[in-house]
């Protein structure tokens, strides 16, 4: 009985062991897509002045850039995660990037035919296929290992999509930016437009591997977050907003996705202002990176820090100090505002994995039906950066700032008490 005793534990552990390799595995091949798709996220942050010099557009305008892409996240979510909740993590993650490359094709014909609406279908299709990897990426590395430990691996994953989104603006700022338009000049603004074919192009290349390379790969089946309730796909939407923690949720989200990209999208047009730093287009490209550099950072630190410190604490502390940076790039002038906007990156770094963490807890079959509805309400990068836009066309790019304080605010909040579990409302 004792030998027989001995090879089951021998055997359960094998398993544990065998169980905790292959998640490692998983967790190591899905930073390339956290990677990606910060890559392609940040490149709107180059393609938003660049766009707007090529087609004289005025800051509303050139935020349709960010309304068509995050629009996406908020009409192709829900079917997102239907479909994923269907097919499973890894098929919906090849799913995702096959239409990601549809997505960066399109900017050819865009770009050949010199038009403004092409170029936004374009960024909406890229966006769709991002959508579907969100829903599917995010929860399944939630799954990947301990409840307790979600937010900090998902925190530690993220990092990987800050280093994508620090990278982009130097490439950006190489093959976008690095070309001027004469006054007058049409030919040339038409040689600056077609610069963006050949950047998407090697996006496509790139996408198009991974998706082989995620199709062939043996990756652990999580069973437990398939919708195992038998309801429709409406009875289970409504059944998992029912959750406070995931509703509450869903609207930190929407803001500090807003926040984060209006801030992002503004950076090289507020640090090119002479009250600023009065630098070039492509010298703000640069610091466009510090911007996203600090939320890589601070995704490492705090992935590390979440261990020991309730995410919560770590939520509601970050959220606070983005609310003092801002009201100090509002006030301030010069050196002072400029370093001030861009170290609230490191602020944002823990927000988005912290948030997505918390709202999905114990929601167990309902989790891919959760990380749909948190993938819609991305929607707020579309919505609030044109507000913002709107606001600096009417008051000025830097009192436009304040619009992003609120959002933090309400995320102090969440971090506070909204995030904490009560069951179905």
Request: aromatic fraction near 12%.
């Amino acid at each position: 009985m004792a030998t027989l005793g001995t090879n089951v534990e021998t055997g359960s552990l094998d398993t544990k062991q065998r169980e905790a390799s292959g998640y490692r595995f998983a967790l190591v091949a899905l930073t390339s897509l956290f990677f990606m798709w910060g890559f392609i996220t940040c490149l709107n942050d180059i393609l938003i002045p660049h766009l707007k010099g090529v087609f004289d557009l005025n800051y509303a305008q050139a935020m349709l850039v960010q309304f068509c892409f995050f629009g996406a996240y908020f009409l192709v979510s829900l079917p997102a995660g239907s479909l994923v909740s269907r097919i499973g993590y890894q098929r919906g993650i090849v799913v995702g990037l096959s239409v990601a490359v549809v997505g960066c094709l399109l900017f050819i014909p865009a770009e050949r035919l010199q038009a403004y609406p092409l170029f936004l279908f374009a960024l909406f299709v890229l966006a769709a296929g991002i959508t579907v990897l969100q829903v599917s990426a995010n929860p399944y590395v939630t799954a990947l290992g301990s409840e307790r430990t979600a937010a900090s691996r998902l925190t530690l994953t993220q990092a990987f999509n800050s280093l994508g989104t620090t990278v982009a603006p130097f490439f950006g700022a190489m093959l976008i930016l690095s070309i001027a338009i004469p006054a007058g000049g049409e030919a040339a603004a038409a040689q600056r437009a077609s610069a963006v074919e050949g950047p998407y192009l090697m996006l496509a290349a790139a996408l198009a591997a991974l998706a082989v390379t995620f199709a062939l790969l043996k990756l652990p089946r999580i069973d437990s977050h398939k919708v195992v309730t038998g309801l429709n796909d409406f009875a289970a939407f409504g059944k998992t907003l029912a959750h406070r923690h995931l509703f509450l949720g869903a609207i930190a989200i929407f803001l500090y996705v807003g926040a984060e990209v209006s801030i992002g999208s503004f950076l090289v047009n507020f640090l090119s202002e002479d009250s600023i730093a009065g630098i070039s287009e492509q010298q703000a490209a640069f610091y466009v990176s510090l911007y996203w550099g600090g939320a890589m950072v601070g995704r490492f630190i705090g992935a590390a820090v979440m261990r020991y410190v309730s995410a919560g604490a770590v939520l509601g502390a970050c959220s606070l100090g983005a609310c003092v940076l801002l009201a100090i790039t509002i006030l301030g002038s010069g050196r002072v505002a400029m370093w001030a906007v861009l170290a609230i990156g490191l602020c944002n770094s823990v927000m988005f994995p912290t948030i997505f963490s918390l709202a999905l807890a114990r929601l167990g079959a309902l989790t891919s039906q959760g990380s749909g509805i948190l993938c819609m309400a991305i929607v707020g990068g579309a919505l609030v950066p044109v507000l913002q836009g709107l606001l600096a066309d009417r008051i000025g790019i830097q009192l436009a700032f304040v619009l992003p304080i609120f959002c933090y605010l309400y995320i102090f909040y969440y971090g506070a008490a909204g995030h904490q579990v009560r069951g179905a409302r």
